[in-house]
């Protein structure tokens, strides 16, 4: 069974401070992608990763695949309220359809 | 707006009730995704179509869960005798076939009371 594992489930941190959140797993994945969940709405894709080692960044968002291609990480700088949300990790395993989701890290900022 | 489209965007149903949802996804789209989604989970794969087939379902998903794609456009979602469990957000999402990004609805809130 392949399994993506969300770290932390849950932070809450001040507005200005830097954070990580991790998705990790013993699968290779031929694709992963994070999305940020608000509540009562569904899933807005942020970035897809496709290359070991790829980093991409949006604005104070860098994401970044790892080299195996079974694990990644979200971090952000400088913290926002706006950044208030639940963050999901999904990943596509070969040819599958199918994504494997992460349980998400529900994030909250405080200003 | 051209994105996924959902409808009802909450749904309130006595336990018993049949309940039925509707998923407009981007026209393009040759997948259509359906999940189910409880509250601090990811969201959970229901069923899948590719154009009007049904290709894929969830053996999570009982016998009271029906859905259909029948004109390859349009899907609906049927939950036959609702029950409390049964309670969720249900996304809809499509995709291009061969395409990895799944983009998605915004969801109906099913509440069985």
């Known amino acids: 069974t392949q399994l993506l594992e969300q770290s932390p489930q849950f932070l809450s941190i001040q507005e200005g401070e830097n954070l990580t959140v991790y998705c990790n797993s013993s699968s290779v994945f031929s694709s992963l992608q994070w999305y940020r969940q608000e509540p009562g709405e569904g899933p807005v894709l942020l970035v897809t990763v496709v290359t070991g080692g790829e980093v991409k960044k949006l604005k104070r968002l860098t994401f970044q695949f790892g080299d195996a291609r079974k694990d990644s990480s979200l971090h952000i700088t400088a913290a926002q309220p706006g950044d208030t949300g639940l963050y999901l990790c999904?990943?596509?395993?070969?040819?599958?359809?199918?994504?494997?989701w992460g349980a998400g890290t529900k994030l909250i900022i405080k200003p | 707006d051209t994105g996924v489209s959902q409808d009802p965007r909450h749904k309130i149903t006595k336990r018993g009730q049949n309940v039925t949802f509707r998923c407009d996804p981007i026209?393009?789209?040759?997948?259509l995704y359906w999940y189910r989604q409880t509250l601090g989970q990811g969201p959970e794969f229901l069923t899948y179509f590719q154009n009007e087939a049904q290709l894929e379902k969830s053996r999570l998903l009982s016998d009271r869960f029906s859905a259909e794609r029948p004109k390859g456009s349009f899907s609906t979602l049927e939950i036959q005798r609702t029950e409390q469990g049964d309670s969720a957000m249900y996304l809809c999402?499509?995709?291009?076939?061969?395409?990895?990004?799944?983009?998605f609805g915004a969801g109906t809130r099913l509440s069985v009371l």
């Open positions: 999402a499509s995709s291009l076939a061969g395409a990895d990004i799944q983009y």
């Open positions: 026209s393009e789209h040759n997948r």
């Open positions: 999904a990943g596509q395993a070969g040819s599958n359809y199918q994504l494997i």
